[in-house]
């Protein structure tokens, strides 16, 4: 079963269809949230919010753009840390 929103524990919604892409220079994957999934518990009692995602595009180098369509998973609490940027909108067209 997939959730549409969460909120995460540092207050940062993330929404299906959202655009992330990392927070850095080289080698740039924009990222389309496809699923958050049920959330499980870590041996220490933390929730975890699984979130499917599509690489849509990747740069990997200045003017090499492809489009992997590659898809992977990670924790919420990542794809909306230090590591990745919520782009400008932050909606995909579906």
Do not use: C
Not at 47 to 59: D, G, L, M, N, S
């Amino acid at each position: 079963m997939s959730i549409q929103q969460h909120i995460t524990d540092g207050g940062k919604e993330i929404r299906i269809g959202q655009l992330y892409r990392d927070a850095r220079d080289t080698n740039v994957r924009t990222l389309r949230v496809d699923a958050i999934e049920e959330p499980w518990q870590d041996w220490k009692g933390h929730k975890h919010f699984p979130v499917a995602y599509t690489v849509i595009r990747q740069e990997r180098e200045p003017g090499v753009i492809v489009e992997p369509m590659r898809r992977g998973q990670m924790d919420a609490e990542r794809l909306t840390g230090k590591d990745f940027v919520l782009l400008d909108g932050g909606e995909a067209d579906r």
